[in-house]
């Protein structure tokens, strides 16, 4: 039976991970060796080579079971060594592999770029973290009720745009579309309030929408400069950005999906990520996301109070899964995953043993009810650091 197009890609539910069953491959893709350039450094500090056959073997299995054309992988873990690894392919017309220096769509990722933001305007005093969304935004339904940590906590209350059925439909049928964050937000304004504000953890792009336009509102700039000009360029990010279309750099692979009207897999590589804006529009690469893994985790932007605000995570009904101020930790993980039409990528970072890893993938078709990222982050770590195990993500952008 056809699956419901688009449902389970905007219903901004919590998923958990499962175990992939051990299955040979037969006639499998050989896994690629990263180039030995600024992306791996295996030539000088490379994991134990069983080790890395293991984990070999294992994103080769996730990757068969669960239908993943490309794969990019990275875990850095100080004093036992570097594993970067791409594997199959970037384009399946062509054949051409999946390269380890692409470009990606980071989709929720976005989130931990935007809260930084916001997070900076804080320790400047320019914005409150319990300051109603009324104070920036009018027009928000119980918004002098609801605060900005809401927002960023994901306990506002307000309906999920993305789980609009308007919104599914005029984003299938032209993912070319420009919209803009107001008309985001209208989707989502026509429906109540889910709960009230602090009382419950749902997942709502809506929120994260409105944190931009604070953030515009309160700096004078847009969304996109703002974030280049205070968190990418200092950060030394110089392969990231915050597009304003579908433009995308190269080398990218390229995105399948199968979240579309009819139901069949679709190209969606140059699909309009306008629709995602401050929650999720962002692209960005190996490299920097290993370098914001622990940016985010240690909060080098930030000051050490506000840091520690960020890294308060609240329970959110899913066991092993708690989300903060735009960051969630599982496992003793902190970071944030991300997904959208055609990519998936995942950016954590484990403090006790100062070890990032990256995930990204050119797919978001779930296997079964799990996204492929969550599956190899848990095969992953459960050979890497089975002490702390990625248990699960939030949801698609």
């Known amino acids: 039976m056809r699956r419901t197009p688009a449902r389970r890609l905007f219903a901004a539910t919590l998923l958990v991970a499962s175990v992939l069953a051990p299955m040979a491959l037969a006639g499998s893709p050989p896994v690629q060796a990263a180039g030995i350039d600024r992306h791996d450094s295996c030539a000088r500090d490379c994991l134990d080579p069983a080790l890395r056959a293991r984990l070999d073997r294992a994103i080769e299995d996730v990757r068969e079971q669960a239908g993943i054309p490309g794969a990019v992988v990275g875990l850095w873990m100080p004093g036992k060594g570097n594993y970067v690894r791409a594997s199959g392919v970037a384009d399946t017309a062509t054949g051409e592999p999946m390269a380890a220096d692409s470009y990606v769509r980071i989709g929720s990722e976005t989130k931990t770029f935007t809260v930084t933001a916001l997070l900076e305007l804080v320790d400047e005093h320019r914005v409150g973290l319990d300051d109603p969304i009324s104070d920036y935004v009018p027009g928000v339904r119980n918004g002098h009720r609801i605060t900005l940590r809401q927002l960023a906590e994901m306990r506002s209350g307000l309906f999920p745009y993305t789980a609009d059925a308007d919104f599914e439909h005029d984003l299938l049928s032209d993912p070319q579309r420009y919209f803009t964050p107001r008309e985001l937000l209208a989707y989502g304004m026509k429906h109540k309030n889910t709960f009230a504000p602090g009382a419950e953890f749902q997942y709502s792009n809506s929120n994260l929408i409105l944190l931009g336009l604070v953030i515009e509102k309160v700096s004078g700039q847009r969304l ?20 304003t279309g579908p ?13 579309t009207l009819s139901g069949e897999t679709a190209d969606a590589t ?3 990520p306008s629709w995602a804006w401050g929650a999720g529009a962002m692209i960005s690469d190996l490299h920097d996301l290993r370098s914001w893994a622990r940016n985010v985790a240690t909060g080098e932007l930030l000051s050490p109070r506000t840091q520690a605000q960020r890294l308060k995570t609240l329970p959110t009904g899913v066991p092993g899964l708690s989300y903060g101020l735009g960051i969630f930790e599982t496992g003793g993980w902190i970071g944030h995953n991300g997904s959208l039409p055609g990519y998936e990528t995942v950016t954590v970072y484990l403090p006790p043993l100062k070890a990032t890893l990256v995930i990204m993938i050119n797919t978001d078709s779930l296997s079964g009810t799990q996204e492929p990222s969550t599956l190899l982050a848990r095969a992953i770590t459960r050979i890497a650091t089975p002490d702390n195990v990625y248990d699960g993500g939030v949801s698609p952008t």
């Open 247 to 259: 433009e995308f750099p190269a080398p990218h692979p390229h995105g399948y999906t199968d979240q």
């Open 224 to 243: 996109g400069d703002f974030i280049h000009d205070r968190v990418l360029r200092p950060s030394g990010l110089r392969h990231t950005l915050f597009p």
């Open 270 to 272: 140059c699909w309009n």
